[in-house]
């Protein structure tokens, strides 16, 4: 053995070549923490005091190549100086360095995922051979920031400016034609030849039918361009970027202005000026908070992973109610491989229900992401019935009825006498309490929430609601198969609205306040949009639903009438007594026409002012700022409630919940990580600024001991 570490080995194989081995000890993976970078470093200097080796080839002991970096690490180096995060990539650097300029060829063998350092990695060897079932990809403007093991030197030496700037700023993950039509691999085969070739490639390199050292030197040199079209390949490219990742995603734009600045310098002062950008654009609010979602979103799937630990297996499954929501649910359940029955008490409805799953499956056709068979498959999977004559196999049966209280509970105790002991009855309410609906039922133990969000194919969350007396096992089940069809669970407790309607109701109260006093909802939605939400609250509204928004209000001023009741007339009541529902039938707020693709398109109709003119203030103009305080601070202060009050086990599934439930702007972390990011002392400041605006802006007990304390959400 040449070298032996805990996640790096080197061993002689035959004839002077030898294999550098990634296999982290302990883990499932491989990753670049700290540790396994040292190691790197130490196997190349011992790789090359050792005269005897010709050549290397790298390998994975994982299923995996390398995954990337060890983002857990992140959190506490990014609150370092930029000084000295920019150390850290210099130093790190060296060992990818000592690998590249080793004295002898190497090739790398990827037989799985290798993306961020794990890509870098294999850029500072020569060669590159790619299974075909891999992929790779630099994916690190996904968390705000850019490569800083060498990828936006080597990336563009290698591939050129115009295919490094897509793979680094669009941050894809890319299968093995992709990566050997852009020349980031050199040779595609079958996982079974894998080390065949590499080793045959390795061999032609000794042979020197191959020039490993003119590649090499092609990776130390300035970019083979002329300053004048250096600077228009990379104007133009900064243009697209920018335009693509918008003012509040500065890292793709980054990376690219980066990799202009070190185009003409050898690769050690490049890496120095990726190393000082990659610093800067670490400190970004934006890299810290979605690289906190990254490590929100391990801590989910983590704590879903226990529950699936105590779920009982579910081969068949049921939908109560067609039509959108239900036929949404029952393409979901079979195309990840759950088949499902979808019953209702009219053919119409279950006509409607089997139409949705079928323009769903055929979009997925006409893009290429499934053939016809696997359509017809999935199709036949789904069994469309009047009766529950084929009940007695179901495990889990969902009821996606109208949102009506005594409907669902009649439903629930129908199904619960024709379903076999056991089966987990889940209703797909947005804020039906499960406890009450729970009366209706003899086993109220085998009964869950399961909130989907609309369109169902698309959002990522589920909500599990647990009633008074959900059983442990009825939860976890209905989590494992939450999981199974490809969604993001979040377990939360029973309350009016549960989680996400019930922060989300005191931010439309926030608009509404504010239409009352004088603000034009247009204005709003634009600072909203400005602020980073996919749409303003008027927007949101129409596209919910007025009548599906104002019901819900309801059932929040009854839960919560001390923030959620209202002594004026709303203009959303205004809309719907007027018969204005948004989107589903065509006005609102706003007008919808449809665009040449067949979308609706939002116009400005003026009837809207005319018809709440009699129920708000004298127009005024509002600051940005105080749009952004008074929408936001009622729906942070909720979330902070449901946190204290136990709705929600974390801060990690609270912030998600938003992310993944109502599309809260990511880059922003979420609405706890908005706190923080502000300061706890500074919010509650904030609140009471606003105090005169009523219970909504009041901040609880326990955030004001947080303040005079000096703690935040995430320690």
Not at 87 to 103: G, H, R, T, V, Y
Not at 654 to 677: E, N, V
Request: charged share 25%; glycine share 8%; aromatic share 8%.
């Amino acid at each position: 053995m040449i070298y032996q570490g805990k996640a790096v080995t080197v061993k002689p194989l035959e004839d002077g070549i030898v294999e550098l081995n990634f296999d982290l000890e302990g883990e499932s993976v491989n990753k670049f923490d700290r540790g396994t970078v040292e190691e790197l470093g130490a196997a190349a200097a011992a790789l090359k005091a050792d005269s005897s080796i010709k050549g290397m080839i790298v390998t994975s002991g994982k299923g995996v190549f390398i995954v990337g970096a060890d983002i857990t690490e992140f959190t506490d180096m990014f609150k370092m100086p930029e000084e000295e995060i920019a150390a850290w990539c210099l130093k790190s650097n060296e060992a990818f360095c000592a690998i590249e300029d080793l004295p002898f060829p190497t090739v790398t063998a990827i037989n799985g995922l290798a993306l961020g350092g794990g890509l870098e990695m294999c850029l500072a060897t020569d060669f590159r051979v790619m299974s075909s079932k891999a992929q790779v990809g630099l994916p690190e403007v996904k968390l705000g920031l850019f490569p800083g093991f060498g990828g936006t030197v080597r990336m563009p030496r290698v591939i050129g400016v115009d295919n490094a700037v897509e793979w680094i700023a669009a941050g894809g993950q890319h299968k093995a034609i992709k990566a050997l039509n852009d020349g980031v691999v050199d040779a595609v085969v079958e996982p079974d030849k894998l080390r065949e070739a590499a080793l045959a490639l390795l061999q032609q390199c000794l042979d020197e039918k191959i020039d490993y050292k003119a590649k090499r030197q092609e990776k130390l040199e300035p970019l083979k361009l002329a300053p004048m079209e250096n600077m228009m390949a990379f104007q133009s490219c900064t243009g697209m970027v920018m335009q693509q990742a918008g003012r509040n995603f500065p890292a793709p734009v980054a990376a690219v202005q980066a990799m202009q600045a070190h185009a003409g310098m050898n690769r050690d002062k490049a890496l120095e000026v990726e190393a000082k950008g990659f610093a800067k654009i670490a400190k970004t609010s934006a890299a810290s908070s979605l690289v906190g979602l990254f490590l929100n979103d391990q801590a989910l799937k983590k704590t879903a992973s226990k529950w699936e630990k105590q779920a009982k297996p579910i081969q068949q499954a049921a939908v109560l109610g067609a039509g959108i929501m239900g036929g949404g649910i029952a393409f979901q359940s079979a195309s990840k491989g759950t088949p499902i029955i979808m019953k209702d008490i009219a053919d119409k409805a279950l006509d409607l229900g089997m139409s949705e799953a079928t323009k769903l499956l055929a979009k997925r056709v006409s893009r290429g992401k499934m053939d016809a068979g696997t359509m017809g498959k999935v199709l036949s999977a789904i069994r469309p019935t009047l009766n529950y004559g084929d009940f007695e196999n179901v495990g889990i049966v969902v009821e996606a009825v109208v949102e009506n209280t005594k409907i669902k509970q009649s439903v629930l105790a129908e199904v619960e006498q024709k379903a076999k002991e056991g089966t987990i009855l889940a209703s797909n309410t947005s804020t039906i309490s499960i406890t009450k609906l729970a009366e209706a039922l003899k086993n109220p133990e085998n009964f869950v929430g399961m909130h989907f969000f609309n369109p169902v194919h698309m959002m990522p969350l589920v909500e599990v609601i647990r009633g008074e007396k959900s059983s442990d096992e009825a939860i976890a089940t209905t989590v494992a198969y939450a999981k199974k069809m490809g969604k993001t669970p979040v377990v939360v407790n029973d309350c009016p609205g549960f989680l996400v309607n019930r922060v989300l109701f005191p931010y439309f109260g926030g608009f509404s306040m504010m239409l009352r006093d004088g603000a034009d909802f247009q204005k709003i939605d634009k600072v909203m949009e400005k602020f980073g939400w996919p749409m303003g609250p008027a927007y949101l509204m129409d596209v919910v639903g007025i009548d599906t928004g104002v019901h819900a209000a309801e059932v929040m001023a009854e839960g919560f009438p001390e923030r959620m009741k209202h002594d004026y007339k709303d203009a959303s009541e205004v809309m719907f007594e007027n018969d204005r529902y948004g989107q589903k039938n065509g006005v609102g707020y706003y007008k919808y026409e449809t665009d040449k693709k067949g979308k609706p398109k939002k116009v400005v109709d003026q009837t809207t002012y005319e018809l709440i003119k009699p129920h708000v203030g004298a127009p005024k103009d509002f600051e940005d700022q105080e749009v952004i305080d008074r929408l936001m601070i009622p729906m942070c202060l909720e979330l902070v409630r449901c946190l204290e009050e136990n709705i929600v086990s974390s801060v990690a599934d609270a912030d998600m919940s938003l992310i993944m439930g109502i599309g809260f702007p990511p880059f922003r972390g979420g609405a706890l990580k908005y706190i923080d990011s502000i300061g706890v002392k500074n919010f509650v400041e904030l609140c009471d600024k606003y105090s005169d605006l009523g219970a909504m802006y009041e901040p609880t007990a326990k955030l004001r001991e947080m303040a005079a304390n000096g703690e935040s959400f995430y320690q």
